[in-house]
């Protein structure tokens, strides 16, 4: 059991361009977490997911997030047409409901768009 | 909608003596579980101490310990004989059963040798 991990760990793009970014949560959790976090502020909620279903997108999120977990394992997390303000880190947790109360945590892949 | 709040933004404290890092939280929910949660610089997320909110118990681990008031919703954190590792964003968070996990902003903890 080697952790939540996220790929890559920095990404630095261009305004415009689509990203994508990659986790990998604790083998056999069955829920996964993405949060966004900037710099000196709380993680803030995006989405998550039981097994392969999304259960819950944060309203703060516009259209150009997605996130897909197709196979109940690992996950992506997509910015199309990235903006300034999309800088941050995005972090990845992942729990065994029913099992664990908390989650697990990656350590986080950041983004700055320039 | 459920909210947690933690109204220190910074807190200094000299090594080996106890801090108290504040956390107030609104739900209309029974069932709920509290967590604080500690990220140091650069470094991933871990959690500290974890609550369940049908135990009247407060949580011990180790050097740190809960201070939890359910009918005032608070769930304050004391770190005992605090350590130069102890450096770092503090985040109260909570969760409904089967409900995603929400933070507050952090307390970020200075420890003075």
């Known amino acids: 059991d080697t952790g939540v991990s996220q790929n890559p760990r920095h990404k630095i793009t261009k305004r415009g361009q689509n990203v994508t970014f990659r986790c990998d949560p604790i083998s056999e959790h069955n829920r996964l977490y993405w949060y966004r976090q900037t710099l000196g502020q709380g993680p803030e909620f995006l989405t998550y997911f039981q097994n392969e279903a999304q259960l819950e997108k944060s309203r703060l999120l516009s259209d150009r997030f997605s996130a897909e977990r197709p196979k109940g394992s690992f996950s992506t997390l997509e910015i199309q047409r990235t903006e300034q303000g999309d800088s941050a880190m995005y972090l990845c947790?992942?729990?065994?409901?029913?099992?664990?109360?908390?989650?697990?945590f990656g350590q986080g892949t950041r983004l700055t768009v320039v | 909608a459920q909210t947690v709040t933690q109204s220190q933004p910074e807190m200094s404290v000299q090594e080996a003596e106890t801090v108290t890092l504040s956390c107030t939280y609104d739900?209309?929910?029974?069932?709920?579980?509290l967590f604080w949660y500690k990220q140091p610089p650069s470094r991933q997320m871990i959690l500290v101490i974890r609550q369940e909110a049908y135990k009247q118990q407060n949580a011990t681990e180790n050097r740190f310990s809960v201070n939890f008031q359910k009918a005032a919703k608070s769930f304050s954190l004391k770190i005992s004989d605090s350590q130069l590792g102890d450096a770092a964003m503090y985040f109260c968070?909570?969760?409904?059963?089967?409900?995603?996990?929400?933070f507050g902003k952090g307390t970020r903890l200075h420890i003075l040798p």
């Open positions: 947790a992942s729990s065994q409901e029913g099992q664990h109360t908390e989650a697990f």
């Open positions: 968070a909570y969760r409904s059963w089967g409900d995603k996990i929400i």
């Open positions: 739900t209309s929910e029974s069932d709920y579980y």
